[in-house]
């Protein structure tokens, strides 16, 4: 991969207060404005981007692969999106199996750098993004079929990803919850109609 590489990344955007569940930092002044602590917080999740983009780019460089680097920031985690190029998909793997290994070795690396946990996410050539849009398909189209029919169903052992992105689906069908079942790695998704006789 050229040296341009790490000049090509898009800046991480400054996202708005921060989003999701996550308990902010202990090591945050409290004393802070809102929008203070907003610009601290994007200030952390570009700095773990960056991070996480530099070691990436190092282990492409050892490998001989080429890509650009795309740096967000979404629900209180920074994301990086590798995308451009040509032998990508091998770092994806069966069911994304190796893009879920570099993204824990890429949250060890921010952490060693940090000394604060990572919930960096990770993406390459695209394959979360498009993951994404066939588990909420796949969550849909269940939970309409459980209230339609009353039966529970299912669905196949997925990662912890995966199972959010079916259960936030499900969450938006009337008549229906979902609940996850099982043990790692084969734990997976029940979708079950609501019981409304009590």
Known sequence: MSSAAGE????????????????PSSERDESLE???QARDRAAELRQEA??????????????????EFDLDAAND???????????????VGSRGKVLDALQELTRR????????????????????????????????????????DGVPATLEPMNPFERKMVHDAVATVAGVTSESTGEEPQRCVVVLPVDTSG
């Open 8 to 23: 090509e990344r898009r800046d991480l955007e400054e996202p708005g207060a921060p989003a999701g569940g996550s308990e």
């Open 34 to 36: 809102p929008s203070d």
């Open 50 to 67: 960056d991070i996480a983009a530099d070691y990436l780019e190092r282990l492409l460089d050892l490998l001989d692969y080429d890509g």
């Open 77 to 91: 985690r920074a994301l990086v999106t590798v995308v451009d190029g040509p032998q990508l998909s091998t770092l």
């Open 109 to 148: 690396a921010v952490e060693r750098q940090t000394g604060e946990r990572s919930r960096l996410m990770l993406d390459i050539d695209g394959y979360r993004e498009g993951r994404r849009r066939e588990l909420t398909d796949l969550g849909l189209k269940t939970a309409e079929r459980v209230a339609s």
